[in-house]
């Protein structure tokens, strides 16, 4: 199968604005960042976007129609995908934000989030298997042993080894405390390991010399469900004393899963322990704390899905607005009786012009959302250590905004591509065009590393109570501060109006809330949650888009009249614009829809859902 040619496309200009407005240039310079600032930045994006497209980008369709192959029980991932991760690993790209204790560049979380953007978007499969290598990586380094992170870290974080997460089991996917899997302590330390892990994305490639996997597991005498999980490492060759790769440790690729999606992305079955040679070690030094451990990856990998979600929707809007402007079919809707009148680009019709301007909108807010987070973590380092009540604050933030990226990045994403090929029309169905696959591959995101079901349980269950509501709380407070700076802002004011009305709506349903989980109406809680979730999201995307048309509006005001960068800050306030006109007020509605506390979904009996026999 030949490479074809790059669809890829990104918006750096978008890209620079953002990091601008979360004031990259007042963190980077700083103590952990010391040797990073905007030129830096600049050069970095530039870099990776060429990388993107030149290497990545081609790679994307043809490792779809080719996808991954299991030959003599090992993947072989598609053609050109090998060169592309030596060449990834040789560029540094996946070094950016490693610590230069690890070999790394400890760039700001908001540069690495536009760098994976960039990576994920040209082909969100490749970019997969260094995303999961990196996130494990970055576990050992956290609650793994010295000797641990020594043997381990730095092959991973630099191409020679791969890794990943081993959580779902045939009988339990997202009930993972009933997982069967066992670790049996042996007397040298180690820990005999064996069952069957399913939905492991990356589990076997021939891209790296060693994988190594992170595996759920229950020893012996362990307490029932997750309290009773232990974390291990359980590399495809073992690892010997020396750090080089030794014997097959009794890991075997049963069966590689045939997708709707992200195809060259090798979704296998591993068995561990089939013959009982199979040997993990704990991480760290504690058992039963496997929860705790895999949940500071799972919720990297969160984050990283909603960007994922982002990169992907942003390159379907960005390709459909080039069809829109070439492709030629009927007149104006001024003329559209006289069939006499030239035939005019759809960029014309209104209703393609809504479309991309939703898009567009939507697109931007969740990269404001993305990096907004981005830059908490980055407060959260810079504070550490020297003022305990602003790192508190940053990362509760951080816990806060996780569930809002993955969820509303992962779910708009779909929406977003379906909506692209609507504007194509009947060639958007078709493999010609690029955003076909985008579609597809995109409805992935609001699955793995947790269903948006989960991610809303996860907020209103956890997050909007965590520290005492004192999260929550603090965001609440950083929109009102906004709306009352802002508010006779006299392009922006109305808008900015709307964004009172709807946190006020989402306080009333935070403490309605609050009332069902502690009566017995605590069905509305699980029934409501996925309507908070999104009620939260526009709000906080709202409110990201109007500031950043509050900066737009100013930087452009310092302008000559005729300035090249004027069509692009007049775009950040229409996003905003848009978005406060159609989508904020959606909260206030969703609010009344869940404050009627419906309960039909669980009052209906099962015989009523239909009459068809099983």
Known sequence: MSVGINRYQADLKDLSFVLEQFGFSGIAGQGPFAGWGPDEAQAVLKETYRFAREVLGPLNASGD?????????QVVTPKGFKDAWTKLYEAGFKSVSVSPDHGGQGAPQMLYVLVEELLSGANPAFNMYPGLSWGAAE?????????????????????????????????????VG???????????????????????????HDLAKNIIHLVLARVENAPAGTKGLSLFIVPKLKVNADGSEGAPNDVSVASIEHKMGINGSATCVLNFG??????????????????????????????AVGLQGLATASTAYLNALSYAKDRKQGANFKFFKDPSKPRVAILEHPDVRRMLLEMKAVVEGTRALVVKLAAH?????????KDDEKAAYHQGQVDLLTPLVKAYGSEESFRLCAQAIQVYGGAGFLKDWPVEQYTRDAKIYSIYEGTTHIQSMDLVGRKLGQNGGANFQAFMSDVSAFVEKHRAHPTLGKAIE???????????????????SQSDK??????????????????????????AAVKAGEKAAALPKGHADLPFYEGKQASALWY??????????????????????????DAAFASVDA
């Open 377 to 385: 973590r980055d407060q959260v380092l810079l504070y550490q250590g």
């Open 178 to 204: 009933s997982a069967k899997s066992k670790a049996i302590k042996q007397a040298d330390g180690t820990y005999a390991i064996s069952g069957t892990k399913i939905f492991i994305s990356g589990g076997d």
């Open 498 to 516: 709307s964004l009172g009305t709807a946190s006020e709506a989402l306080m009333q349903v935070a403490m309605a809330m609050l009332g069902w």
């Open 580 to 605: 406060a006109r159609n989508v904020v007020p959606q909260v206030e509605s969703a609010s009344k829809l869940a404050l009627a506390e419906d309960e039909s979904p669980v009052q209906i009996s």
């Open 139 to 175: 576990l050992i380094a956290e609650c793994g042993t010295e000797a641990q992170r020594k043997r381990y870290t730095e092959k991973m974080l630099n191409g020679t080894w791969g890794g990943t997460m081993c959580l779902t089991e045939p009988h339990a996917g997202s009930d």
């Open 65 to 73: 129609r080719e996808g991954c192959k299991l030959v003599d029980g």
């Open 274 to 303: 089939e013959n009982g040679n199979c040997r993990g070690e704990l991480v760290g030094t504690v058992e039963n704390l496997g929860m705790s451990h895999m949940f500071k990856m799972m919720n990297g990998a969160r984050i």
């Open 522 to 547: 605590v069905a509305l809680v699980p029934l409501n949650a996925n309507r908070t979730l999104m009620m939260f999201s526009q709000l906080a995307v709202g409110w990201l888009l109007l500031d």
